[in-house]
Nanobody
Framework: QVHLVESGGGPVLAGGSLRLSCAAS????????MGWFRQVPGKEREGVAV????????AHADSVKGRFTISQDNAKNTLYLQMTSLKPEDTGIYYC????????????????WGQGTQVTVSS
């Protein structure tokens, strides 16, 4: 069992910054790979950034490279997403996810999900 709780979302102006946090608990094996995904009405959930929690591997979607950075603090069992230079198209519900298979930006490769936190970027 894995439990994930996101926080840190809210309204922000275009060009601003925001940091999301995901507090994790449960089997470390089941959350070897973790990531952030986002979704807006009418669109499929998409991968934003993922990380291998026991190593140095990480990957970011092309749309956020150079602006977003995924990181972790294993001592605190917490995953982060530092977002800078935010754009209106970054608006959506951001979900924390965990899985045990491999490093992937594909939604179906993850087994556990948090409740989501809303990010709204205005011009």
């Amino acid at each position: 069992q894995v439990h994930l709780v996101e926080s840190g979302g809210g309204p922000v102006l275009a060009g601003g910054s925001l940091r999301l946090s995901c507090a994790a608990s449960g089997s470390t094996y089941s959350r070897a790979y973790m990531g952030w995904f986002r979704q807006v009405p009418g669109k499929e959930r998409e991968g934003v950034a993922v990380i291998y929690t026991s190593g140095t591997s990480a990957a970011h979607a092309d749309s956020v490279k150079g602006r977003f950075t995924i990181s972790q603090d294993n001592a605190k069992n917490t995953l982060y997403l530092q977002m800078t230079s935010l754009k209106p198209e970054d608006t959506g519900i951001y979900y924390c996810a965990a899985g045990s298979r491999f490093l992937s930006l594909v939604t179906r490769d993850y087994n556990y999900w948090g409740q989501g936190t809303q990010v709204t970027v205005s011009s």
